[in-house]
């Protein structure tokens, strides 16, 4: 199964390098990396940057690994995982980040 990690381009050399690492606040997670099903972008929920700041990762997953930290928040219109760093990373192999552009659908933006 496919993930989508939605993220800003200024974070990307640091994820390339180093994976995942635990940098939460304690506002924002708690001790995951937050994944969607599909490309993700909402400008009411990624305000602080342009949509062409953004991206995102994928990992292909095991479903099995992952279903436990499955949230059920229909908010986003898509199913989202929050799952913690060191399952993250084990699936973390391809770290290629995949940029949106201004005028692109993330919905149609999907990374084959």
Request: hydrophobic share 40%; charged share 35%; no cysteine.
């Given at each position: 199964?496919?993930?989508y990690h939605t993220?800003?381009?200024s974070t990307v050399e640091s994820i390339q390098n180093n994976g995942f690492e635990d940098t939460r606040d304690g506002n924002f997670c708690d001790g995951g990396v937050w994944f969607c099903g599909q490309p993700y972008w909402e400008e009411a929920v990624f305000s602080e940057q342009p949509k062409s700041e953004y991206g995102y990762f994928t990992i292909?997953?095991?479903e099995a690994d992952v279903e436990a930290y499955r949230?059920?928040?229909l908010?986003?219109?898509c199913p989202e995982w929050e799952i913690?760093?060191?399952i993250v990373n084990s699936y973390f192999t391809d770290r290629t980040f995949h940029?949106?552009?201004d005028s692109s659908d993330p919905s149609q933006d999907v990374a084959s």
């Open positions: 199964m496919k993930l993220t800003l381009r292909d997953v095991d949230e059920k928040n908010a986003l219109g913690p760093f060191d940029p949106f552009t």
